[in-house]
């Protein structure tokens, strides 16, 4: 074998190896297709086309500005990004954009970049202006991201402002976009003055080839019973970026208790994956939920879901008296209440409580020498310290009576309950 054959030997095993990016297959797809046709055998025809190809590419080497931005790291983003995405970063899984947009006060929006899988679309920007950045004005307001059968809104973002306060730079997290999309078109709003506001888009280039992979994708389907009804956990989809628990809440009292869904761990291997937030919404199904937690380890040897709290119920239907207000708790089974001040005012009586910050009470009212006036409002409710030194919750009790109460009266109260169901989730070794 001549060097010339085993020069092409090596260069055919690297061709047949690579990935094409489609500028340069659409390049030349159009150069041959302008190409004057000529009667020839295919199969030498078939043989000049190869050899024209592997020419063009060791001419321009694998250098060409359409493969430059595969396996870069997004720069610039060290402090604003941690954990799973800065090690996808370093690993260069993200597609470079570097596209601009000036704002109305000159302000230069940059789409650094962005990191695509099945679960979310993230976003990097930086904004920049020499004269200064008025974060206050809420000039820049991401929207949504469209494109062929997309239409993701944001979910969320994270940003850092440099010293001199001119660049700010930041991730925002979509919904995630059509795989078939060849662009996509960020929308935004800004804030004028005069309480205007004018939206405006850019759009970049989507290279679909570059999203990374769903790792685990299957259903759950299974129920857990809970004080005031059900839950339902219906699938799992974990990304290189996110894991994401989706279902269905049918529970009463859900958003009677803060966070209800925090009480959820995700278990990988045993351990606890760090969750990342939750969210729920109404839809012709019944109310929805959806949890993320960070992404799961390389190897997964089992999966488990351990529904450690949720928002429960006590029934009380107790009596607590307000003749000798002492500093001491009132204990509500196992929580605790303290009375902090009881006011006779023109609008009826005020009672300021302190409880546990998971604590929401349910059918309150006082009771006079001659009545029970029911609550009319709550107000005034703010966080606060308990006497132990722990967090609490502040709220001042709105009553419609001009008599001072004697009692107070509690049917009972929704707070975040331990429960410990576990539930295995298989996965495949």
């Not at 090596?10 to 004057?36: C, G, Q």
């Not at 009972?412 to 429960?419: E, V």
Request: proline share 4%.
């Amino acid at each position: 074998m001549t060097n010339v054959e085993k020069q092409l030997e090596i260069e055919k095993k690297r061709l047949e190896s690579m990935k094409v990016p489609e500028e340069l297959e659409d390049r030349l797809r159009n150069a041959l297709h302008t190409a004057v046709p000529k009667n020839t055998n295919r199969r030498i025809t078939n043989w000049i086309i190869a050899a024209a190809c592997l020419f063009f590419i060791l001419t321009i080497g694998y250098h060409f500005d359409a493969i430059a931005y595969y396996s870069k790291k997004i720069l610039g983003f060290d402090e604003v990004i941690s954990g799973t995405l800065q090690r996808l970063n370093e690993d260069g899984m993200g597609q470079i954009i570097e596209k601009k947009l000036e704002l109305e006060d000159g302000t230069e929006l940059l789409i650094n970049g962005i990191m695509t899988d099945a679960n979310q679309l993230v976003m990097y920007y930086t904004l920049s202006n020499s004269n200064g950045l008025d974060q206050s004005e809420g000039l820049f307001s991401p929207k949504s991201i469209t494109g062929f059968l997309t239409n993701s809104e944001v979910e969320s973002g994270t940003s850092i402002i440099n010293e001199e306060q001119t660049e700010i730079k930041g991730t925002m997290s979509f919904e995630p976009v059509n795989p078939f999309a060849k662009k996509l078109t960020l929308h935004i709003s800004q804030h004028l003055e005069n309480n205007q506001v004018k939206e405006d888009s850019v759009t970049f280039p989507f290279h679909p080839n570059k999203a990374m992979q769903t790792e685990i994708k299957q259903p759950i389907k299974k129920a857990v019973k809970v004080d005031k009804g059900t839950i339902t956990f219906k699938e799992i989809t974990a990304s290189p970026t996110i894991t994401v628990i989706e279902g269905r809440l049918n529970v009463e009292n859900f958003d009677r208790v803060d966070l209800s869904l925090n009480g959820v761990e995700l278990l990988a291997n045993g351990k606890p994956i760090d969750m990342l937030g939750s969210g729920s919404h109404s839809s012709l199904n019944g109310k929805k939920f959806e949890i993320r937690y960070d992404a799961l380890p390389d190897q997964v040897e089992s999966l488990n879901l351990n529904v450690k709290q949720f928002a429960g119920y006590e029934r009380l239907d107790k009596d607590f008296s307000l003749k000798n207000m002492k500093d001491a708790p009132y204990i509500l089974n196992k929580k605790k209440l303290w009375v902090k001040k009881l006011s006779m005012t023109s609008e009826g009586v005020q009672l300021t409580v302190v409880t546990e910050p998971d604590v929401m009470l349910d059918g309150v009212s006082v009771k006079t020498k001659s009545e029970i006036i029911p609550l009319n409002t709550t107000v005034n409710e703010v966080s606060t310290t308990l006497p132990d030194g722990t967090e609490g919750r502040e709220r001042t009790l709105l009553f419609n009576t001009e008599s001072k109460p004697e009692g107070l009266l509690i049917e009972g109260i929704h707070y975040m309950k331990s429960y410990g169901y576990e539930i295995d989730i298989p996965v495949d070794k």
